[in-house]
């Protein structure tokens, strides 16, 4: 009697301790299951981006940015060194790709050379736009790069006007970004005026356009979500 009254509690101490060393593990692969079934959610709903767009570099990174609050920084004066050395490489791709004509880019790495002035600004998480002016009321080139320099955006007036197919640049532009992997590209519907090549894809989650309009000519790339190309 007096061992069962000795080993009795033991054997509650012990079972106790095995339960408190239990307890975390047990609570971890309840919480594992728990993640597994957010992730299968969040992979079924349509707006979360596919395998294919998580493996595209540029695709990643927009979907990503666009998930970011952005506080929007107003045009302001920039170093005009520093951003001709910071769109040096875009202006390098832009021609290797040739994604405008010979006449455009010529006048554009002019422009951005011989610039007097540059603001820099920025609407969208991740990204600053450079605006390079050479005198007042004159020609301008602006160029939207983000962190990683992607080139996301191209507009300006340069003096030019013809020449500009918007059909031909825009599919130059998704090359230079490495976006003919995406099978599922379609053409959208034109918005605006000019001569707008707008097209999309789910996959991507990218709408991409290029776009001239009595002189002015521009070429960008957004992440957007089915949802919201639906109700353009």
Known sequence: MKLRERWLPLCGTALLVILCTALPFVWFAARDRQLDSAQWNTAADSSFLSAAGRENAVARELYYWRQQSADTVMSQPAALSTAQEAVAPCLDT???????????LDTAEELVAQATECYTSSEAAGTTTYSFHRELNGPYLTMTVTEHGTLTGLNGKLGLAD???????????????????????????????????PCYSADAQLYLVANMDLGYFSVSVTSMSPETYAGL
Do not use: C, I
């Open 163 to 197: 020449g500009f197919d918007s059909a031909q640049v825009a599919k130059a532009y998704r090359t230079m970004l490495g976006l003919d992997s995406f099978t599922d590209w379609e053409d959208a519907e034109p918005l605006g005026h000019g001569s707008p090549a």
């Open 94 to 104: 832009l021609r290797s790709a040739q994604v405008l004509p010979d006449n455009y």
